[in-house]
């Protein structure tokens, strides 16, 4: 504990709250009354216990995401005075000393808002899926053993497996877009995903994909698919959208040598242009 936290015995949260996708956001402070060794997550309970703001006046609960609680999932992840960050391994008594006494969350900025502090991350997912961030299996009969796979590989693979698809680096993104499709009236959730999707279809893929292209790449037997993530990579939104501005590797909670990747993605995808100019 701190010296400044010790005489310290509430403190407000800024919250930018938003009602459902589309709607306006607003503002909202509350007080906490201070514990020590909170983290973000413990807070935003508290407030969901309260339901009353900063004023007194009584409100609906905060909405936010969670599952594992140790920096794995990546579902809490959202911007915490002003940075992109995961919440429950965010320390309030930390954030307290660094911002002067107060805390500010905000939602993602680059994924369309469900409800407060929670963001619909599917963009991600479905950039996974074009890049086939795989190892194929062709059936389930027993076929012997694959390919070996070398130590240096292994070495190599094992940190850009540590992705835990959080968003952070599209987040910090310069060339990553926010791409919001509003839903229509009486229109199904599979109808306005399939126009969000094709809305999304030539926007960049972002950092996280372009680093699970070259981690499955890289295994022997994953490479079976590599010319199809090459072409994917090629494409719109592909590896010729990153302006190197490295944002990503600086945010990137499990410091993935994003920038690496991006480097072998574009080596990768010259030579297989070229090689595909000479297979004409
Ligand atoms: S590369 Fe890092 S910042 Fe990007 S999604 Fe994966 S874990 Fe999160
Ligand atoms: S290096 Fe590329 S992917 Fe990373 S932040 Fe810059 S533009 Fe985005
Ligand atoms: S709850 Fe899983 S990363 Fe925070």
């Known amino acids: ?16 709250r938003q009602a459902a996708p589309g709607e306006p956001s607003r503002w909202e402070t509350f007080r906490i009354p201070y514990e020590p ?22 409100t609906t609960p905060v909405a936010w995401d969670c599952n594992c609680l140790e920096e794995v999932c990546g579902a809490c992840t959202m911007v915490i005075n002003g940075r992109v960050r995961q919440s429950c391994s965010a320390l309030v008594d930390r954030l307290l000393e660094e911002h002067e006494g107060e805390i500010e969350l905000q939602p993602m900025t680059k994924f369309p808002v469900v409800r407060d ?3 619909d991350r599917s963009r991600m997912f479905r950039a996974l899926e074009k890049v086939k961030a795989w190892v194929p299996v ?15 590989s292994q070495e190599e693979r094992y940190p850009l497996s540590e992705c835990m698809t959080c968003g952070c680096c599209v987040d ?30 030539s926007e960049f893929l972002g950092a996280a994909p372009i680093s699970q292209a070259m981690l499955f790449n890289r295994h022997a037997t994953g490479a079976m698919l590599a010319d199809d993530r090459l072409n994917a990579l090629s494409g719109p939104g592909g590896i010729q959208v990153c302006g190197n501005a490295q944002n990503c590797v600086a945010v990137c909670p499990k410091e993935i040598p994003l920038t690496t990747s991006i480097a072998r993605a574009g080596r990768q995808t010259t030579v297989h242009a070229i090689k595909k100019i000479f297979d004409r």
């Open 37 to 58: 060794n909170l983290n973000v997550i413990s807070v935003l309970q508290k407030i969901a216990a309260m339901a009353r703001n900063a004023e007194g006046k009584e």
């Open 172 to 201: 910090a993104c310069p060339q990553y877009s926010k791409v919001e499709v509003e839903r229509r009236p009486n229109e199904s959730i599979e109808e306005h995903q399939a126009r969000q999707a094709e809305a999304e279809k």
């Open 1 to 16: 504990m701190t010296a400044s936290s010790t005489k310290r015995e509430s403190f407000d949260v800024r919250i930018l």
């Open 117 to 119: 502090l929670v963001v």
């Open 138 to 152: 062709d059936d389930y009969y027993d076929r012997g053993a694959g390919p070996r796979e070398s130590q240096e």
